[in-house]
């Protein structure tokens, strides 16, 4: 194919020919990109020369013209190369909110102009809106670090941040405040403060304050308003000259350069002495009233020693009521003594740093000798508590702690017209006694470290005997008592009596009419004896459980004639319920007259008897499980299932055998497969579809280890 330019008067430059006359063919040697879609060729017109922006236009299958394109319609475009719609600009911007769009020049130079139509920021804070700081959440507390918008003054108020910490002001930034030590609209530097540590400190020390100095007070009474009062109205509670010694109309007395140091009330009614004292050598403290009626009755407050205390109220009438510290050291006798009668109430701390502190007040119309104390002796002692005589009484209700360290504590009680002691008493160093003993009833402590607690009243007694023996309990008519070292008797013994008699031994329950008792080193005897005795009578290590008397030693017996225990070296003669060997080492038991030897589980031994284990049944389903450790014999009975598989036993441990009882159901033909965990060795897994109706099968097991049992089966009992 040519194309053939006519009626051009050029020369060709390669042979000089009319290009008119020549043709620029498709040849060997040629142009290599003429112009051709066809085989004809293809002539251009040249009746006219082309101009700027003309292109060459096919005329027909064979001719082709210079002509200037029409102008077309707008130009459509696309926002990406994935745009699958092409449009004008006008219509592929999209204007959002506030936004317009126009087009400028219609048809000539046309333009798209974008416009902004203004809007309202609904989270901005503006300054002529009300309420939206008020609507923000609230912090509190505020930290030095959290920030402030402000509009900086020195920089064209720009707005700028600052922390919390940029507004704090000190004392030393102010100045526009007057700071004089005559006050006015600043500090007071001379005022005290309610939030200034060290101010009071500060102020000159009065080294003997007197009863009328001043102090400063807020009255409670009176809306707190500010107030002053004297020491006497501080220390005496508005009773007059509280430090000093106010005598009444009985006896007061002090050594000289001590009466400071006694705070004192004496009141005499009728005849007899009422006094409070100090000891005449070292400082102490008698605190209290003393207040004596009738001839010869006599109530003190005491304090004869170095640093004692005495405290408390003391009345007597035709007896001495006594609130006592005596000897050296720092003990405190505290509480109310009263005696109305005939005989005396006493509370007293003897040794150094002993305490006795309580209530103790004897009755009306006795003659007898009558003593109620309250009373703790040794070094550091303590005895509190309360006791009490009644009219009529001829002994003594006391609670004693003698003993260095040791506590009596509690009520001690001697009703009417009945004899003897109601004690709570220590005696050992370091024991304990507490509790209520009511007429002839004592609680005693008696050794060291002993402790003994709880009630006894008329005969009743409880009592710690051994060095760290313990009782405890409640004690009517009977006794609780723990004599041995380290024993303990507890319980509620009525009647009768509760003992724990011997080293470590201990007696524990409820005696109603008969005794419980431990007698032998560590035995134990423990129930309720409401028909017969408890009794644990043995050499040693004898115990008894529930009414009977077990004599054995190192045995083990519940009630009388039912369960015991006792490991015996020889069984030439045993009893019902000993356990022991035989001369060839058997282990035997006696029980209802007849002796059963017991299987060792790590020795060589004859059985006598056959041996037979419990058969557990298993659950025939598509998946049957097993635990190797429940039984040695496990059966099972198939149903209507074609197969099942016997899973892997769990519970396996290496060198357990156990068999399988397999029956075959009424029908027969039952299979079953088995877990991985089996070996069939060169037998190989047995098969059982093939058996008839109510054919058994036994298959023995043998774990070579947990993961691998060994299999061996007897097929085909019928």
């Not at 139509?117 to 809106?129: E, K």
């Amino acid at each position: 194919m040519a194309i053939k330019l006519a009626h051009q008067q050029a020369k060709s430059p390669t042979d000089g020919k009319d290009v008119s006359t020549r043709d620029y063919a498709d040849a060997a040697g040629g142009p290599a990109d003429d112009l051709s879609t066809t085989g004809a060729d293809i002539n251009v017109s040249a009746a006219a020369p082309p101009s700027s922006g003309q292109v060459l236009t096919a005329t027909g299958a064979t001719a082709a013209t210079w002509q200037t394109p029409a102008p077309s319609a707008d130009v459509a475009v696309k926002v990406t190369g994935a745009d699958t719609t092409a449009g004008n600009l006008n219509a592929k911007i999209a204007a959002g909110a506030n936004i317009s769009l126009a087009v400028l020049n219609p048809g000539v130079n046309e333009q798209l102009e974008i416009t902004s139509t203004g809007g309202t920021d609904a989270d901005a804070v503006h300054d002529n809106v009300a309420g939206e700081i008020a609507a923000i959440a609230a912090k509190s507390p505020v930290v030095a670090a959290d920030k402030l918008l402000i509009e900086d003054s020195a920089d064209a108020n720009a707005k700028k941040s600052i922390t919390v910490a940029d507004l704090r002001i000190t004392e030393s930034q102010i100045t526009d405040l007057a700071h004089t030590a005559a006050g006015g609209a600043g500090t007071d530097t001379t005022a005290i403060h309610d939030n200034v540590a060290g101010e009071i400190n500060a102020v000159a020390l009065k080294a003997t304050p007197i009863a009328a100095d001043v102090i400063l007070i807020e009255d409670s009474a009176d809306s707190f308003n500010k107030k002053k009062a004297t020491l006497t109205d501080l220390l005496g509670g508005g009773v007059a000259n509280p430090i000093i010694l106010e005598t009444g109309n009985g006896t007061a007395s002090a050594p000289a350069g001590f009466a400071s140091a006694v705070l004192s009330h004496t009141y005499q009614n009728g005849g007899g002495a009422a006094s409070v004292s100090v000891g005449a050598t070292r400082p102490g403290l008698a605190v209290g009233a003393a207040n004596a009626g009738y001839a010869a009755s006599v109530a003190d407050i005491l304090q004869d020693s170095h640093g004692g205390f005495a405290m408390g109220s003391s009345s007597a009438r035709y007896g001495t009521s006594l609130i006592k510290t005596e000897g050296p050291g720092g003990a405190f006798a505290g509480g109310y003594a009263r005696d109305i009668g005939s005989g005396d109430s006493i509370i007293h701390a003897y040794g150094r740093g002993a305490m006795a502190f309580g209530y103790s007040k004897t009755g009306y119309g006795s003659t007898a000798y009558q003593e109620v104390k309250i009373y703790a002796r040794g070094s550091g002692a303590f005895a509190r508590g309360a006791a009490t005589g009644g009219g009529g009484s001829a002994g003594d209700a006391r609670i004693y702690a003698p003993g260095q360290g040791s506590f009596a504590g509690g009520l001690a009680y001697a009703p009417y017209s009945t004899p003897g002691l109601s004690d709570i008493r220590s005696d050992g160093n370091g024991s304990f006694a507490h509790g209520s003993a009511n007429g002839g009833g004592a609680i005693r402590a008696y050794q060291n470290g002993s402790f003994a607690t709880g009630e006894a009243r008329n005969a009743g007694v409880i009592e710690a005997y051994g060095y760290g023996a313990f009782a405890c309990g409640y004690a009517f008519v009977g006794k609780v008592r723990a004599s041995g070292y380290g024993s303990f008797a507890g319980g509620r013994s009525y009647n009768y009596n509760i003992y724990a008699s011997n080293l470590g031994a201990f007696a524990f329950g409820n005696a109603d009419g008969f005794d419980i008792t431990a007698s032998g080193i560590g035995n134990m005897a423990v129930g309720s004896s409401n028909g017969g005795a408890i009794t644990a009578s043995g050499s040693s290590n004898c115990f008894q459980f529930g009414q009977g008397v077990n004599a054995l030693a190192d045995s083990f017996q519940v009630g009388s004639a039912g369960l015991r225990f006792r490991l015996l070296s020889s069984f030439s003669t045993p009893q019902d319920g000993d356990i022991g060997v035989d001369g060839s080492g058997n282990i035997q038991m006696r029980s209802n007259g007849a002796t059963t030897k017991v299987a060792g589980l790590d020795v060589s031994q004859k059985f006598t008897g056959n041996q037979y284990p419990e058969i557990t049944t298993l659950t025939d389903g598509a998946n049957v499980a097993i635990v190797a450790s429940a039984n040695n014999i496990q059966e099972l009975t198939c149903g209507a299932l074609a197969s099942r598989q016997l899973d892997n036993a769990t519970g396996v441990v290496k060198g357990m055998s156990w068999q399988v009882w397999f029956h075959q159901d009424g029908v027969g033909g039952r299979g079953m497969t088995f877990g991985t965990n089996y070996d069939w060795g060169d037998e190989g897994a047995p098969v059982f579809t093939g058996q008839g109706a109510n054919i058994s099968n036994v298959i023995t097991f043998v774990a070579l280890s947990p993961t691998q049992i060994f299999g061996t089966v007897l097929k085909g009992a019928a």
